[in-house]
């Protein structure tokens, strides 16, 4: 596609459902990140993903998250038993290479998840 | 390890006046570094990046940033704030292959 979408762009859901949280990158970005933004804050690195493999996933704040990525493209954040403290906008990223040779994220308008 | 800190949560500057938002990061090798924008409801949108190439670098919408080792900074710049560049900025530094980011600096401009 010709840029990152991200869905739903909203989200509200009540505390202990699980969520599934949707991305599909730029077509032929071999490099997907997921980034968590919460009020007031930066933006917090959750998982990072090669293909289809998650070489990094350092950020996932507790095992209630985990994510995947299928065919090298389309990625799933999936939030189990939300959590108050789990409302925040997710931000979801590609890159043709990783930054480290100098090409930047394109990221996609995140979706606000509102966990009451 | 890699990290940048943004100083000033908040800066407010008057349209026409000089925009300045302060970035310093620490890396133990020669960095990547980039500024992001993000309007509101929006997703970050690359304004330029440094990649070892020259020290000062021009992105979009008339900002620029100055790679400046001595000072371990890279500060954003603007001569002449228009109203549309309300927004927050962000800096950011490769760690490995992710970026780290700052906490971001909110710009108001006032008329």
């Known amino acids: 596609g010709a840029g990152v979408s991200q869905s739903p762009s909203n989200k509200v859901t009540e505390k202990g459902k699980d969520v599934e949280l949707r991305c599909d990158p730029i077509s032929g970005h071999t490099a997907l990140y997921w980034y968590r933004q919460s009020l007031g804050q930066g933006l917090e690195f959750l998982i990072y993903f090669q293909g289809n493999s998650a070489p990094d996933k350092s950020g996932l704040p507790s095992d209630r998250f985990s994510a995947e990525r299928t065919g090298g493209s389309v990625s799933t954040l999936t939030i189990q038993r939300t959590q108050q403290e789990d409302s925040a906008v997710y931000l979801c990223?590609?890159?043709?290479?990783?930054?480290?040779?100098?090409?930047?994220?394109?990221f996609g308008s995140g979706t606000r998840l509102t966990v009451v | 390890a890699q990290s940048v800190t943004q100083l000033g949560s908040h800066v407010s500057v008057s349209e026409g006046a000089l925009v300045l938002l302060r970035c310093n990061y620490s890396?133990?090798?020669?960095?990547?570094l980039f500024w992001y924008v993000q309007y509101p409801n929006q997703g970050l949108q690359l304004l330029l990046k440094?990649?070892?190439?020259?020290?000062l670098v021009k992105g979009i919408n008339g900002f620029e940033a100055e790679f400046k080792k001595s000072e371990t900074s890279f500060h954003l710049t603007k001569p002449s704030a228009h109203m549309r560049d309300a927004a927050e900025y962000f800096c950011?530094?490769?760690?490995?292959?992710?970026?780290?980011f700052g906490t971001g600096t909110r710009l108001q401009v006032f008329p």
């Open positions: 950011a530094v490769t760690l490995g292959d992710k970026l780290i």
């Open positions: 990223a590609s890159s043709l290479y990783s930054p480290g040779l100098n090409y930047g994220y394109t």
């Open positions: 890396s133990s090798v020669p960095p990547y």
């Open positions: 440094y990649t070892s190439a020259a020290t």
